[in-house]
Nanobody, 116 residues
Framework: QVQLVESGGGLVQAGGSLRLSCAASGSTFNTYIMGWFRQAPGKEREFVARISWSGISTYYADSVKGRFTISRDNVKNTLYLQMNSLKSEDTAVYYC?????????WGQGTQVTVSS
């Protein structure tokens, strides 16, 4: 098992930047594929980005491609999401997740609010 705790959310103006962190504990972090998801009010949870266990391979939703960067530090057991050029439609609760074959482990989420 792995426990995940997100941090770094907050209120930012449109065009600004935030960096989210996700601290992992309880198991071997570098054996998991890691991802970020988000859920806006009244909408379903959606995929944002994922990264391979080694950090070499990344994949992004079209809506964030070119603006967000996912990364990981397997020494610090931490996942990151650098978010630039934020838009009001990026407002959501952001969750990190871990998987071997399915997204089995989730954090509690961190709120990101982008004001226009």
């Amino acid at each position: 098992q792995v426990q995940l705790v997100e941090s770094g959310g907050g209120l930012v103006q449109a065009g600004g930047s935030l960096r989210l962190s996700c601290a992992a504990s309880g198991s071997t972090f570098n054996t998991y594929i890691m991802g970020w998801f988000r859920q806006a009010p009244g909408k379903e949870r959606e995929f944002v980005a994922r990264i391979s266990w080694s950090g070499i391979s990344t994949y992004y939703a079209d809506s964030v491609k070119g603006r967000f960067t996912i990364s990981r530090d397997n020494v610090k057991n931490t996942l990151y999401l650098q978010m630039n050029s934020l838009k009001s439609e990026d407002t959501a609760v952001y969750y990190c997740a871990a998987r071997k074959t399915t997204w089995d482990y989730w954090g509690q989420g961190t709120q990101v609010t982008v004001s226009s």
